[in-house]
T-cell receptor
Framework: DAGVIQSPRHEVTEMGQEVTLRCKPISGHDYLFWYRQTMMRGLELLIY????????DSGMPEDRFSAKMPNASFSTLKIQPSEPRDSAVYFCASSFRIRTLLTDTQYFGPGTRLTVL | AQSVTQPDIHITVSEGASLELRCNYSYGATPYLFWYVQSPGQGLQLLLK??????LVQGIKGFEAEFKRSQSSFNLRKPSVHWSDAAEYFC?????????????FGAGTRLFVKA
């Protein structure tokens, strides 16, 4: 399996522009997570899905952020409009429910490094 | 409040020397504990996890961690470090609360390995 795939790997955009980050989870995984990593705040869980349904979006920082999972093999994280403080590395991860969500292993993608000028 | 503390921002060890990375957590219920490694430009990879049973957990790449409830610690160890172990290491705690599933990561410890 190719693992979790994220695109693009790097994104540079100007303040005010819309940014869309993409994620393809590992086939067969039923949970998908979006994380953000910054120097100041470390790694934060933004939102997670189960069977394409958003379960908890309490980590989404503002209404400018939205995430969708139209099918089991694709998810997007959108920022509109983007701001310089959104600059971070965004990770997508997926897992397969073997036992419990707490103990299942999450597999991380390589991340998208977003720079908002 | 739930929290994870990794007291060491960075650590330098010589190749072949032993390693211990510290992790302390604060969590009101039974913690589910993880160690991840992140190589430059890569995502996080799970090294090991603990949720019950034997408090000494074996992981991949020769790593192990010991859960000590009395000290609220979950320190990561390796008896002999290899140059390829240079990376950033994250301790994490997962749990369920009224807000649902949460994973909290520590700030990370960057490991440097010198020849």
């Amino acid at each position: 399996d190719a693992g979790v795939i994220q695109s693009p790997r790097h994104e540079v955009t100007e303040m005010g522009q819309e940014v869309t980050l993409r994620c393809k989870p590992i086939s067969g995984h039923d949970y998908l997570f979006w994380y953000r990593q910054t120097m100041m705040r470390g790694l934060e869980l933004l939102i997670y899905f189960n069977n394409n349904v958003p379960i908890d979006d309490s980590g989404m920082p503002e209404d400018r952020f939205s995430a969708k999972m139209p099918n089991a093999s694709f998810s997007t994280l959108k920022i509109q409009p983007s701001e310089p403080r959104d600059s971070a590395v965004y990770f997508c991860a997926s897992s397969f429910r073997i036992r419990t969500l707490l103990t299942d292993t999450q597999y991380f993608g390589p991340g998208t490094r977003l720079t908002v000028l | 409040a739930q929290s994870v503390t990794q007291p060491d921002i960075h650590i330098t060890v010589s190749e072949g020397a032993s390693l211990e990375l510290r992790c302390n957590y604060s969590y009101g219920a039974t913690p589910y504990l993880f160690w991840y490694v992140q190589s430059p430009g890569q995502g996080l990879q799970l090294l090991l996890k603990y949720f019950s049973g034997d408090t000494l957990v074996q992981g991949i790449k020769g790593f192990e961690a010991e859960f000590k409830r009395s000290q609220s610690s979950f320190n990561l160890r390796k008896p002999s470090v290899h140059w390829s172990d240079a990376a950033e290491y994250f301790c994490a705690v997962a749990g369920l609360n009224t807000g649902g599933f949460k994973t909290i990561f520590g700030a990370g410890t960057r490991l440097f390995v010198k020849a």
